[in-house]
């Protein structure tokens, strides 16, 4: 079982929903998104998603796209990234690593050498926002030939007939997209997100965790009630540029996303029996 | 290989997915996947309907002016001294470019779908204007998005889209080009998917886009291939169009591509030089990434970024390019080269001096290769150039870099 599959069945057993925060991979500075990695951990995250820079992020609303561009200027590409996951294991074998970007600096690497090099580096699963399941054949057959992850998204316009295609090709989690629009945007319907969670449920046996517009405790909430995992992103990397701004330093970037993390996994937890 | 299955091989693609050859395909996030199935499914029902043809057909006569002229370049051609040169005249088509042949389709498409919003990327602003123009003619509500920098070079179309009612909204991530301003129109499209077309300028992102601007702009190939065999006799010997995205060259090519007499010159932009780095080159200089919903050719760097590109012109100023380009640059059917800005400021002064035709900068690209091209050639032989648009939006472009002030 999957480092992935494992943690959800963990969590399950215990009544608990998983935290997912996602940060992009050396934003703001590349030496700290290891021990930014280990505090999340320490301040209850369950997965950890790491952001891979990409020039073009097509699906990010305005804080993503800035925190691809500080950590782009930070000369970070996706062997940086493999290199911060490496780095991470040394010290945490448990908590599974999901990188999550876009098609292009995977393809550039290619399919089988992006495999070898993540498996190699403790990477689980991987989610790439621009290739669907009408795409991911070649990768796919790599993915699992190393026993790698391939995490897809459901979004609110997927038809239901779609969604069996989708979940053939999943494994490890379903990420349900909880509105239409860019990372970080509007507002969350939970009652819309549940149908179509129970939708997916038709389809698979896969734990759904639901991102996209999940800002605080109270929204992690509302969704957990409803889905086996929260991703939180832009909120987090609003948090640390937010310190970085007031002009904090990097230490405050690292305690600003402490903060919100620890609170919204007490947010989460509240709904545990 | 016989004529025939040669034919079969250009009728071939995109196939079902989307594909030419390895590249094009649907490479979007989820959220949009059912849109472009929709559109993929409307379109495969409209362009087989003859009361859609019939309606398409009357707005390119009627609203768009065409057929355009196929102009023998007489005096460039004899100051030359090679083959003769013709130009096929889309710069007289009304908003002064051959993107307004797309435009109208895809608003034919929107108007059907009963979408009541459009929105679009633009460059150099002629694709922005089109849209423009064809939005406030059939009432859609239109918002274009347009690099800062392109805001700033274009701002004759800036301000001709406000006055046609649309909203510009500048973009300022990244290099705050076309290539950011797809950016933003995709992330506009995925929030308001529900009653949003998505005029897309040129033949690349996801499919259907590559297919069905493809045909909307054939139109281009069909009537230059009508012309010259009425005007020459023959079919021409060879073809030149400027590639940015590849919207004309692909509108001028396509129907010749079964012509095997006929050699065909996509030009890219090759802005300082190939060696300078400092270009929009892809197919000449790149090599086969995934942006923008298709796999093509792309400038990109050792972690699989995209480069910041250059060209004078700013419709050619992109990174990537049309999907069927790339399958036909790797088959061997086009010749892509490269015209660098000089080349293409001096064709621009040429031709505006010799002809009393003023190019657009990107069409400009082609002239200077067309220029090259056919000193090497003989009277007897003819070069269609497609003149993808004039050059009265470059008019301060060029008196900047000729260091006049207005």
Redesign the interface.
Known sequence: MSRIAGRFQQLAQQGRKALVPYVVAGDPALEITVPLMHRLVQAGADIIELGVPFSDPMSEGPVLQLGHERALANGIGLRHVLDMVREFRQQDARTPVLLMGYANPVEHMGYAAFADAAIAAGVDGLLTVDIPPEEVANLNDQLQRVGMDNIFLVAPTTPDERIGRITAQASGFIYYVSLKGVTGAGHLDVADVAEHIALIRGHCQLPVAVGFGIKDAASAKAVATVADGVVVGSALVASMAAAVEAGGGHAAAMDAAVALVTEIRAGIDSIAS | MTSDLKADVFAAVPDA?GRFGIYG???????????LSELEAVYRKLSVDPEFQRELDEDLAQYVGRPSPLYEAKRWSRSIGGARIFLKREDLNHTGAHKVNNTVGQALLAKHMGKPRVTAETGAGQHGVATATIAARLGLQCQVFMGEEDVRRQALNVYRMKLLGAEVVPVT??SRTL??AM?EA??DW?????NTFYIIGTVAGPHPYPLLVRDFQCVIGREARRQALEQTGKLPDALVACVGGGSNAIGLFHPFLRDEGVAMYGVEAGGHGIASNQHAAPLTAGS??????N?TY?M?D?????MHTHSVSAGLDYPGVGPEHAWLKDLGRVNYVVATDDEALRAFHTLTRVEGIMPALESSHALAHAEKLAAQMTPDQVIVVNLSGRGDKDIHTVAQIDGIEF
């Open positions: 997915d395909g649907k490479f979007v996030a989820e959220t949009l996947m059912a849109a991530s990244g290539k950011d950016n995709m992330r995925v929030t308001n998917v529900d086969p990434g995934v942006l923008h919903g796999r792309l990109q050792a972690d699989g970024q995209i």
